[in-house]
């Protein structure tokens, strides 16, 4: 399986603060690559796929970037509905793998 | 607008078999290309992906589960269904069902999540 590393497990930001995560494959994944958001109790929410495309209905502070084995996921602004915490998901190999995930909380 | 949404007992005891269906409304399972997965999440802990049958009906499992699943489809109900034998108590976790539009490798649509407890 291929194994995905995101970092950091979690971080507190201030609102309106730049949040970066990456997240890292254990092999060459070209960009094939997703983002997802889960607040608490409830099913992850798509927010990019294949790297950097924004899927329909979420906001443009979101943004995806990366291929090959490194990759990064950016709010540009924070807003409190952002608290949630944040997966990637490999396609490029069966099974799909999730990293652990990054909490994201205000400060 | 299609919608998933997970149904099953949510005790199962040791030993047994864990079954879960998902039925899809808005929307028939057989028309178009579409997966239809199980993603699994232990408490405070992450995703991991279950296995998936295509509207056609062909199976794929992850590996480290595959002996002890079983994905089916009822076309006729608009169902697709999950099989786990021989639980234990680390397969206790919220059960995902989900739909991956072919070719794309991601998830667009979730089940609200079911969750399963393993316990005598």
């Known amino acids: 399986d291929i194994q995905m590393t995101q970092s950091p497990s979690s971080l507190s930001a201030s609102v309106g603060d730049r949040v970066t995560i990456t997240c890292q494959a254990s092999q060459d994944i070209s960009n094939y690559l997703n983002w997802y958001q889960q607040k608490p109790g409830k099913a992850p929410k798509l927010l990019i796929y294949d790297a950097s495309n924004l899927e329909t209905g979420v906001p443009s502070r979101f943004s995806g970037s990366g291929s090959g084995t490194d990759f990064t996921f950016t709010i540009s602004s924070l807003q409190p509905e952002d608290i949630a915490t944040y997966y990637c998901q490999q396609y490029d190999n069966l099974p799909p793998t999730f990293g652990q995930g990054t909490k994201v909380e205000i400060k | 607008q299609v919608q998933l949404q997970e149904s099953g007992p949510g005790l199962v005891k040791p030993s047994q078999t864990l079954s879960l269906t998902c039925t899809v409304s808005g929307g028939s399972i057989s028309s178009g290309s579409y997966y239809w997965s199980w993603i699994r999440q232990p408490a405070g802990k992450g995703l991991e992906w279950i296995g998936r049958?295509?509207?056609?009906?062909?199976?794929n499992y992850n590996p480290s589960l595959k002996s002890r699943v079983t994905i089916s489809v009822d076309t006729s109900k608009n169902q697709f269904s999950l099989k786990l034998s021989s639980v234990t108590a680390a397969d206790t976790a919220v059960y995902y069902c989900a739909r991956e539009p072919a070719g794309t490798g991601f998830f667009d649509y979730w089940g609200q999540g079911t969750l399963v407890t393993v316990s005598s």
């Open positions: 049958i295509y509207t056609s009906g062909s199976t």
